[in-house]
């Protein structure tokens, strides 16, 4: 990419890491909302009220980590071959057959979605950085991009934007 300037990097995406955990997470979420949905049968049956509270968290909870599980394993199977290329004045952004050149100077915004948790840390939150394009275009750039911290501090340098 001439136009870009000097190769600086290439940073992958590793969509079997994200795959793994997208998985694992259907295959803890799933029983936990089964357990809480059979939890409200036995109660309902056996006349007892009180702790729909509890039984809806539960059946809330595994319902909402499969559903992250399963998003994560969308992902991993749609943005195959995922990569980030940094050059000097700019990177390119390429998964399957999609291609975008993002010079420095059309990206409007670079925000920090950082989260320091150990939920966002399993589930690729651990870093993360939503690019927003003049045209309108987002590319978001999470953990699973390996050196992914690297990349996000080298795109907020470059767009003078630093992370909050």
Same mark, same amino acid.
């Given at each position: 990419?001439?136009? &870009?300037?000097?190769?600086?990097?290439?940073?992958?995406?590793?969509?079997?890491?994200?795959?793994?955990?997208?998985?694992?997470?259907?295959?803890?979420?799933? +029983?936990?909302?089964?357990?809480?949905?059979?939890?409200?049968?036995?109660?309902?049956?056996?006349?007892?009220?009180?702790? %729909?509270?509890?039984?809806?968290?539960?059946?809330?909870?595994?319902?909402?980590?499969? &559903?992250?599980?399963?998003?994560?394993?969308?992902?991993?199977?749609?943005?195959?071959?995922?990569?980030?290329?940094?050059?000097?004045?700019?990177?390119?952004?390429?998964?399957? $057959?999609?291609?975008?050149?993002? +010079?420095?100077?059309?990206? %409007?915004?670079?925000? /920090?979605?950082?989260? $320091?948790? *150990?939920?966002?840390?399993?589930?690729?939150? /651990?870093?993360?950085?939503?690019?927003?394009?003049?045209?309108?275009? $987002? *590319?978001?750039?999470?953990?699973?991009?390996?050196?992914?911290?690297? &990349?996000?501090?080298?795109?907020?340098?470059?767009?003078?934007?630093? +992370?909050?």
């Amino acid at each position: 990419m001439t136009e &870009l300037g000097a190769y600086v990097e290439r940073f992958e995406t590793n969509t079997r890491s994200r795959a793994l955990r997208g998985v694992v997470a259907i295959l803890i979420g799933a +029983p936990i909302s089964i357990a809480g949905a059979f939890l409200f049968v036995l109660n309902d049956k056996a006349g007892v009220s009180g702790g %729909e509270t509890f039984i809806g968290l539960v059946i809330g909870c595994g319902l909402g980590l499969a &559903l992250v599980g399963a998003w994560g394993c969308w992902q991993a199977v749609g943005r195959r071959g995922e990569a980030f290329t940094l050059y000097e004045q700019g990177f390119v952004h390429t998964w399957r $057959k999609s291609t975008t050149v993002v +010079p420095w100077t059309a990206v %409007e915004v670079a925000i /920090d979605h950082t989260r $320091k948790n *150990i939920l966002a840390k399993a589930l690729g939150g /651990d870093v993360g950085c939503l690019v927003k394009l003049t045209d309108g275009r $987002k *590319i978001l750039i999470n953990g699973f991009t390996e050196g992914a911290a690297v &990349l996000t501090h080298d795109i907020f340098e470059a767009v003078g934007r630093r +992370p909050a």
